[in-house]
C-alpha cells in the first residue's frame, strides 16, 4: 500500500503562485511515474501535469504548460507542482497520484492505482 498526502493548497489572486506538495510512505520504491490532477465542481477529473519516477520525462496538459513545473525529490519520496501566474480557471481540488507500473498513457485517471485526498486551490479574480 502508498499512503499520499497533499498540502500546499490555498486561496490566491489571480497572478498569484502557489507551490503543492504530496509525500508519499509505505510501499515507496519502484515508482514508475507521479501525477497531479484536478477536479472542479460539476466537472471530470482531468489531468495536469505527470513526472516519470527515473529519468527526466515530464508531462502538462495544454492549460497549464509554460506555468506549472512538477518536480521530485526521490530522496524523500515527494513531488511537487509550482503553480506560477493562476487564474481562476485554476480552481480545482487537486491530487496526486502514484502509478507503480507503466499501465496506460499517463493522461488517464485510470493508469494510476494510488491516490491522494486532495488539496483545495482557490485562485480569486
Known amino acids: 500500500q502508498v499512503q499520499l498526502v497533499e498540502s500546499g493548497g490555498g486561496l490566491v489572486q489571480a497572478g498569484g503562485s502557489l507551490r503543492l506538495s504530496c509525500a508519499a510512505s509505505?510501499?515507496?520504491?519502484?515508482?514508475?511515474?507521479m501525477g497531479w490532477f484536478r477536479q472542479a465542481p460539476g466537472k471530470e477529473r482531468e489531468f495536469v501535469s505527470a513526472i516519470r519516477w527515473g529519468g527526466t520525462s515530464t508531462y502538462y496538459a495544454d492549460s497549464v504548460k509554460g506555468r506549472f513545473t512538477i518536480s521530485r525529490d526521490n530522496a524523500n519520496n515527494t513531488v511537487y507542482l509550482q503553480m506560477n501566474t493562476l487564474k481562476p480557471e485554476d480552481t480545482a481540488v487537486y491530487y496526486c497520484?502514484?502509478?507503480?507500473?507503466?499501465?496506460?498513457?499517463?493522461?488517464?485517471?485510470?493508469?494510476?492505482?494510488?491516490w491522494g485526498q486532495g488539496t483545495q486551490v482557490t485562485v480569486s479574480s
Open positions: 509505505g510501499r515507496t520504491f519502484n515508482f514508475y511515474r
Open positions: 497520484a502514484v502509478a507503480q507500473y507503466l499501465r496506460g498513457s499517463y493522461y488517464y485517471t485510470s493508469s494510476y492505482e494510488y
